[in-house]
């Protein structure tokens, strides 16, 4: 196998393995060998430890030597960082992209919220979906870089996002807020959805810190002295 295949294969199964998370198919707290992974998603060893590494760089699993990797997920601390800069780099982003969106990404914008809201159920179609909206708007903004990082944060929070809907907070709220941010597009008014996609990640931020940590009540004041300062 090349190292261009390995390097495809293990982006996939990072992927998969992530999805399984979501899903409940594999647990927090469990330790799963490279065998054992490989095995489950039919891959050989190599792509799956380079699988493992890109998604212990994530902080969604920690590698244990000669033993595999434990799944951790993010501790409350560490949703407030990704929270935090979710708001710091998207809402400009979407700023920029109403300037530059053509009608055709208005259709792809349009087609995913559509599934979103088909599903409207919080499942992982749904959140699949949500995250393609996300990634559309940030490319279209021009700075792929930004996008493939905020891509990262995403995928990362989205393992604690998929708690909030429904569970948290109904769908039509985030149907709501997602028809808001692309309504402001469709208009390039870039003010407007700068403004709604901050709404939306606060909105998220909110729900993922206050149910982070039982224990840790602090957080909460903690992000919200953040947002004081740092938001308009």
């Known amino acids: 196998m090349t190292a261009d295949a390995v390097d495809s294969k293990s982006e996939q199964i990072a992927a ?3 999805d399984a998370i979501r899903a409940g198919r594999l647990e927090r707290g469990v330790l799963y060998s490279s065998r054992e992974l490989g ?30 990797a434990r799944v951790v997920g993010q501790d409350g601390r560490g949703i407030v960082e990704l929270c935090s800069l979710r708001v710091l780099l998207e809402p400009p982003a979407c700023r920029s992209a109403a300037a530059v969106m053509t009608a055709r990404d208005d259709e792809a914008l349009l087609a995913e919220y559509t599934i ?8 992982q179609d749904y959140f ?12 279209a ?6 996008a493939k990082f905020v ?11 998929r708690y909030s809907v429904p569970h948290h907070q109904p769908v039509d709220i985030a149907l709501k807020d997602h028809r808001d941010i692309i309504e402001a597009l469709r208009n390039r008014d870039g003010l407007a959805a700068e403004q709604a996609m901050r709404k939306h990640l ?9 149910h982070s940590s039982d ?9 919200r002295r953040w947002l004081a300062i740092a938001t308009p």
């Open 202 to 210: 606060v909105r998220s931020g909110d729900l993922l810190v206050s």
């Open 151 to 161: 891509g990262e944060l995403r995928q990362t929070l989205s393992l604690d996002g």
């Open 116 to 123: 979103m809201e088909t599903l409207a159920d919080g499942s």
């Open 16 to 18: 998969d393995i992530r």
């Open 128 to 139: 699949a979906a949500d995250e393609r909206l996300h990634d559309l708007i940030l490319r």
């Open 141 to 146: 903004s021009g700075n792929q870089r930004l």
């Open 215 to 223: 224990e840790n009540r602090s957080l909460v004041a903690e992000w």
């Open 39 to 68: 095995e489950l998603f039919g891959a050989s060893r190599t792509p799956v430890r380079e699988a493992l590494l890109r998604l212990a760089d994530l902080g969604l699993v920690k590698i244990e030597r000669n033993r595999g």
